[in-house]
């Protein structure tokens, strides 16, 4: 019974090229005749003096337009089937045969036994990989998106073998969505959590991804005015429980989820508990200076440590809390909490690093922000010329007299000031000449294709000639190879941060980076180089 689904769907593919095969065959044979009888009727008038041939001509040419259409109707069948086939393997990571959600939905009313569109017995469960369409896409990648996906279909495709009972199928939006024909929930649901400790499990032993989460939503056929119905509100009911409920459990579609379904009001209460727990943990990512060929500073990133979801990285919850402003108390929390193991690793003997810390666009419209930053460095004891302030490009873009006060009074404190992701906003040399940051950091996006593209090399080079003549410091981040390390020296570029010289460490693993590396320290503004 293994893999029936994929037969079922090999076989649909066969009948409708049998059929249309067989019909064009029809018609060719039928325009033969037709092209016969014309010619003897033309040709002998005693031939057409016969009532039966003219009516064998109008009978063939009926039947040749006839075979003709349905040869047509059954070649573009074939060539629909053929465009979802082709539009649902691009979604996973090996060549994969799926019911898109229209076959799906075709195979589930012949299944069911639903009368034209209303009735059928079943169920249909949709399955969704939490932030695989958002924060998994942008932290891991395309690529480990069509991984998981492949591992979800080898897992529903080992478990829901028996044809009789089950179908499933796959909607562009990377949902799954499985059928079962017998409705006793509690079967159907022992199975679909079993289905998704296989799918963590899986995902987890192939050690990218520590956590995973697994959404169901539900809606019986009978609770439906049609499959496609259902369908529907099993997806609709897996959304709200990943935005409302967040449960491991299979969530049955409501008509009362319609009216709180956007409802993001656990994750705040969540974000705030997390903070007073001290959920989150900040790692620190070594900053290397190309003059000296020494570790002089780090930038310090955030991921939350979830009791029960493992560590997560930024994108899983910075996007969310700028949305709902709790990034502000986020990036107090953060500078307070690296501010406070600089001064811990100080006490125990390490030397001082200048440390990086990310301000989120809310956070610097803050009123009370400077008065926050020089209180917190007195608390700690650490001098201010070890802290930088890391200010995206798309702030100088839209408020340039705001950041001009900003970053002078940050200046005027002797703190120091960096643009980070320099490159991908619009005003980006303009804000330059207006804005006195001390570094810039150029965005790992023209990095990762430096040893391939001029373009991007001319790019960089540009940037890092123009921040010299305006007296900035120039860092890369993202930078992985040695190759591209030596390009960016002879650039002229004066420090580098990425997985070539070091990931983001967490605490522990940065004390000890910092006392077997040799760190020099961070001198006076304007003397970087
Ligand atoms: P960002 O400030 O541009 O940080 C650099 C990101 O690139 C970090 O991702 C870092 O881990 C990653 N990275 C560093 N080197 C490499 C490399 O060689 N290769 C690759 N592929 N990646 C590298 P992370 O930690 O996930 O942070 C993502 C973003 O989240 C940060 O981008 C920043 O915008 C935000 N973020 C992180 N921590 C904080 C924080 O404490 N406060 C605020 N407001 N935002 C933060
Ligand atoms: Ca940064
Ligand atoms: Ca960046």
């Known amino acids: 019974m293994k893999k029936d689904n994929q037969k079922s769907a090999a076989h649909l593919f066969r009948v409708y090229l049998t059929c249309a095969i067989v019909f064009l065959s029809l018609a060719v044979f039928c325009f033969i005749f037709v092209l016969l009888l014309g010619t003897l009727i033309f040709i002998h008038p005693s031939f057409a003096s016969y009532p039966v041939h003219w009516v064998s001509f109008y009978v063939s040419l009926v ?28 979604n996973f990571a090996k060549p994969t045969f799926i ?19 209303r009735g059928g017995e079943g169920i249909i469960a949709c399955l969704n990989v939490k932030g695989l369409n958002g924060d998994i896409l942008n932290f891991y990648g395309a690529e480990e998106v069509k991984a998981i996906n492949s ?4 897992c529903i495709n080992a478990r829901f073998t028996d044809y009789s009972r089950y179908r499933f199928g796959f909607s562009l939006l990377n949902s799954f969505f499985i059928y079962s024909k017998s409705v006793d929930g509690e079967g159907f649901e022992s199975q679909l959590r079993e289905l998704s400790e296989d799918i963590v499990r899986r995902v987890a032993a192939r050690g990218k991804i520590p956590s995973l989460t697994i959404l169901y939503g539900a809606c019986a056929l009978k609770d439906a005015a049609s499959p496609e119905e259902a369908l529907n509100h099993a997806a609709f009911a897996s959304k709200y429980n990943s935005m409302n409920r967040f449960s491991s459990a299979i969530v049955n579609f409501s008509r009362d989820q319609m009216s709180v379904s956007s409802d993001e009001r656990e994750l705040p209460a969540d974000i705030l508990l997390a903070i007073k727990e001290e959920q989150f943990q900040i790692f620190y990512q070594p900053k290397f200076s190309l003059h000296t060929n ?12 979830h009791p029960t979801r493992g560590l997560l990285p930024p994108s899983f919850f910075i996007p969310f809390s700028e949305r709902t402003g709790l990034i502000v108390d986020l990036d107090h929390y953060i500078y307070e909490h690296s ?34 930053l020089s209180s917190q460095a007195e608390r700690y004891g650490v001098e201010h010329k070890y802290i930088e302030i890391e200010l995206t490009e798309s702030l100088a873009a839209r408020d340039t007299a705001f950041l001009f006060q900003l970053v002078s009074k940050i200046k005027e404190m002797r703190m120091q000031t960096s643009i980070d992701d320099f490159g991908v906003g619009y005003s980006s040399f303009n804000s330059l000449k207006k804005l006195p940051f001390d570094t810039l950091k150029i965005d790992k996006s023209f990095i990762d294709d430096i040893e391939v593209d001029k373009k991007s090399r001319d790019i960089v080079r540009a940037i890092i000639s123009l921040a010299h003549s305006l007296g900035i410091w120039t860092i890369a981040e993202g930078v992985e190879t040695e190759r591209q390390v030596s390009l960016l020296r002879s650039m002229e570029l004066d420090a580098v941060q990425g997985y070539y010289y070091s990931r983001p460490l967490n605490a522990f693993e940065f004390q000890r980076f910092l006392k077997n590396n040799p760190f020099e320290a961070p001198k006076e503004k304007g003397e970087q180089k």
């Open 151 to 154: 591992v979800v279909y080898d």
């Open 99 to 117: 019911y898109s959600t229209s076959l799906f939905l075709k195979t589930v009313k012949r299944l069911s036994g639903a009368k034209g569109k």
């Open 63 to 90: 039947l040749l337009i006839v075979f003709l259409l349905l040869a047509f109707l059954f070649y573009w069948l074939l060539g629909k089937m053929r465009a979802e086939q082709a539009s649902s393997s691009s």
């Open 294 to 305: 020494r570790f002089y500073g780090a930038e310090a990133l955030v991921r939350w440590n």
């Open 339 to 372: 501010l406070r193991d600089l001064s811990k690793w100080e006490s125990e003997g390490e030397r001082m690093v200048k440390l990086s810390i990310n301000l989120s666009r809310r956070t610097v419209y803050d009123e009370g922000l400077l008065e926050f």
